[in-house]
Each structure stands twice: as C-alpha cells, then as structure tokens.
C-alpha cells in the first residue's frame, strides 16, 4: 500500500493562478479531508468528504473547492490563488468518519503564492 | 472558536525525563481524543488515543490520561528519548478540531 500520497511536494504560483492539489488513497477508506497547516495556527480543517460524490466544508474553506468522484481522489482546487493560501497543505484520510479510527495523513505540499 | 486547545506552544525536556502535553477541550460531547505526532517535512502520524469511557490509556512510553470533569487530557512521555522531538497534536475522534500543536524538544 502507498497509503496517501500527494502531488506535488512543492509548488509555487502567482496571485491569481489556478491549480490542484492531488490526494489519493488506496486503502479504500470513505473518508477524506484537506488541512493547512500555518505557524501558529496547527491544523485547520479546509474540506472533507465522508464518501464519493459527498463533500462539505470544514473550518477555513474559503478559496477552496473539492470534489470526490471516485473513493480514492480527493483533489483540493484553488481557483484564484492569494498570497494568504501560502502554506502546507496535507491531505488525510480515514476508514469512516463514524468510527473510532485515526487518520492516515499524507507527506503534505508546500505552496508559495508570490 | 478553537474547540481544543494546546496551550504551551513548546516544550524542552532533558533526555530520561517525563514529558507531559496537555490539551483543554470545550465540547463535553465529545467522546474519544486522538494525539499525533509530526516531524518536520512529513505529515503527521498517530500516537495514541482514549475513549471517554477510560481515563488511562497506555502504549508503551506513551499514556493519555483523560479528565472529564476538567475538560483535560495530557500526553506523557517517560522516559522522554531525543527521537520524541516532534510537534505533537490531540485532535477529538472526527479530527475536525485539532490543537495548534506543542512542539517537544527532547535534550540530550
């Protein structure tokens, strides 16, 4: 198992540029959920999904847009990036959000917007 | 509003000695308190976690002792090993609200 991995590790965009982050699992868990990651500020919950074609938002989705068309990819757009979206972005998943199970999380990308 | 906090953003401990996180959650419902440990570079990994229905729960060098009453839970390390140096976070079981993190720095 590769567990979760992400793409790519390091990226850096201008204001205004577009991109995706790409998150995939293969441990078939429903689960799934985006994190940045800010001096200070820990672990702040972006997006998650509980299951395939089901997403919400977490504590900071602003700038942000998911979707989950299959079980293992979980990819976190950014439509118009902002110097305010430099951070380090982790992907996680779990088997269920229902149950007791910790999350897997992925090596995370680090973002620089200029 | 943070909904589990982390209080003491850093943490120095002699090689040997105890170390002890703490994290303060606001939310009596919530039932079961994961912690995690990350290394620079990396994501972070899962350490150890406790159900409300315990208020002990030990891994090795690792034991979380949760208190209901207080709102409480701490992380304690013993003996404490450089390789421990890491940021540690607790999150409640749905980890949609994580602490901001204490970062140990184990000494030899």
């Known amino acids: 198992n590769a567990g979760v991995t992400q793409t790519p590790k390091f990226q850096v965009l201008k204001t205004g540029q577009s991109m995706t982050l790409q998150c995939a699992q293969d441990?078939?868990?429903?689960?799934m959920s985006w994190y940045r990651q800010d001096p200070g500020m820990g672990l702040r919950l972006i997006h998650y999904s509980v299951g395939a074609g089901i997403t919400d938002q977490g504590e900071v989705p602003n700038g942000y847009n998911v979707s989950r068309s299959t079980t293992e990819d979980f990819p976190l757009r950014l439509l118009s990036a902002a110097p305010s979206q430099t951070s380090v972005y982790f992907c996680?998943?779990?088997?269920?959000?229902?149950?007791?199970?910790?999350?897997?999380f992925g090596p995370g990308t680090r973002l620089t917007v200029l | 509003d943070q909904q589990v906090k982390q209080n003491s953003p850093s943490l120095s401990v002699q090689e040997g000695r105890i170390s002890i996180l703490n994290c303060d959650y606001t939310?009596?419902?919530?039932?079961?308190f994961l912690w995690y440990k990350k290394y620079p570079a990396e994501g972070p990994t899962f350490l150890i976690s406790?159900?409300?229905?315990?208020d002990k729960n030990e891994d090795g060098r690792f034991t979380v002792f949760l208190n209901k009453s207080a709102k409480h839970l701490s992380l304690h390390i013993v003996p404490s090993q450089p390789g421990d140096s890491a940021v540690y976070f607790c999150a409640d079981r749905h980890a949609l609200n994580f602490g901001k993190g204490t970062s140990l720095l184990v000494t030899p």
């Open positions: 939310n009596s419902m919530f039932d079961y």
């Open positions: 996680a998943s779990s088997y269920s959000l229902a149950d007791y199970n910790e999350q897997f």
């Open positions: 441990m078939n868990h429903e689960y």
């Open positions: 406790i159900s409300s229905i315990k």
